[in-house]
């Protein structure tokens, strides 16, 4: 792992779809067994140039998640790495029994790729917006599941999810990000990254929560408290001595994710703490609501994924 944090983060042009197009691009040229699967949006995901780059490995599979996952596991069987997309609901929540018995019980190689997270499907509304993603996908044995941060990480953990064998979800927003790593950075699934120092509480957050994080950081300092700031962007399996080392540190615990607080960050980071070092630990997220029409600051305010509520939470709770 060789990781470089920017001294400003800032908002890259680079969209995670085109990444994503790009990257697999780039694998399939070294590999002829990517095989890339989707479900009818290769507008959406920006996949087209791949489609008319390698037409033999890829497979528009329709609206029929279901079936796509079927087509993923024969493909695995026959010595194939497929990766498939499609928006986050309908890459676990409508095919999750496929995803379940058909490559997770059967010990296959599939590579899922979840996008419009949470609220970053704004005006795609409450059918298209995944908060329970992410508890689904932990609760299948043996996955890794994922959170990307930003357009560098997403890029260098397509090529290692390439070569890991087994099931592997990387949950993502469509277009841009706070860039938070250099180029070149290179991550270690399982390990999380200290982005900020601080004595007072830990923040510990995943994908567009960063950004609000590191916010409510700045906000704080001006205030003389001080937090630290945590990318947990593997939650599973989560890094078990980070939290430890960092629940020790500071005796208070944020989660910040764009997701139900049941079954996301806040979930795995509890679960972990009250087994090895019990610690009061404060869930941000969304919190026995549906998703809905609007755009994704209006989302945020909504349901309280902002820097303001991190800052409120923090000195409520010191």
């Known amino acids: 792992m060789s990781v470089k944090i920017l001294d400003k983060p800032y908002v890259s042009n680079?969209?995670?779809?085109?990444v994503y197009a790009d990257t697999l691009i780039s694998l399939t040229k070294e590999s002829q067994k990517i095989i890339a699967l989707e479900a009818d949006l290769m507008g959406a995901i920006k996949m087209k140039k791949y489609m008319d780059t390698y037409p033999k490995n890829f497979i528009n599979c329709g609206i029929m998640e279901a079936n796509m996952v079927g087509v993923a596991s024969g493909l695995s069987l026959r010595g194939f790495v497929p990766f498939m997309h499609t928006f986050g609901p309908f890459a676990t929540r409508r095919c999750f029994d496929q995803l379940f018995l058909s490559i997770g019980y059967a010990g296959l190689n599939l590579k899922v790729i979840g996008s419009d997270a949470g609220?970053?499907?704004?005006h795609n509304g409450g059918t298209h917006m995944p908060f329970e993603d992410l508890g689904l996908m932990c609760l299948i044995p043996n996955a890794t599941v994922i959170e990307v941060s930003d357009a560098v990480m997403f890029s260098d953990l397509l090529k290692q999810v390439s070569k890991i064998y087994g099931l592997h979800y990387l949950r993502i927003v469509r277009k841009t990000m706070l860039q938070i790593y250099e180029e070149d950075s290179t991550f270690e699934i399982g390990k999380g990254i200290v982005l900020r120092e601080g004595k007072d509480a830990t923040v510990i957050a995943t994908g567009?929560?960063?950004k609000e994080a590191l916010e409510a950081h700045d906000i704080l300092k001006k205030e003389n408290i001080n937090i630290s700031v945590i990318d947990m962007f593997t939650i599973k399996p989560i890094d078990k001595e980070l939290l430890v080392q960092y629940a020790k540190k500071t005796g208070l615990i944020i989660t910040a994710d764009n997701h139900n607080v049941i079954g996301?960050?806040?979930?795995a980071v509890s679960d972990c703490l009250s087994e090895y070092y019990p610690t009061k630990v404060i869930k941000i997220g969304v919190k026995e609501r549906f998703g809905q029409v609007g755009n994704q600051d209006f989302l945020q305010e909504e349901y309280g994924l902002t820097a303001k509520n991190i800052v409120r939470k923090v000195k409520e709770n010191l």
């Open 264 to 267: 996301g960050l806040g979930s």
């Open 14 to 18: 680079y969209e995670l779809r085109e």
């Open 208 to 210: 567009i929560m960063l």
């Open 119 to 122: 609220v970053s499907a704004a």
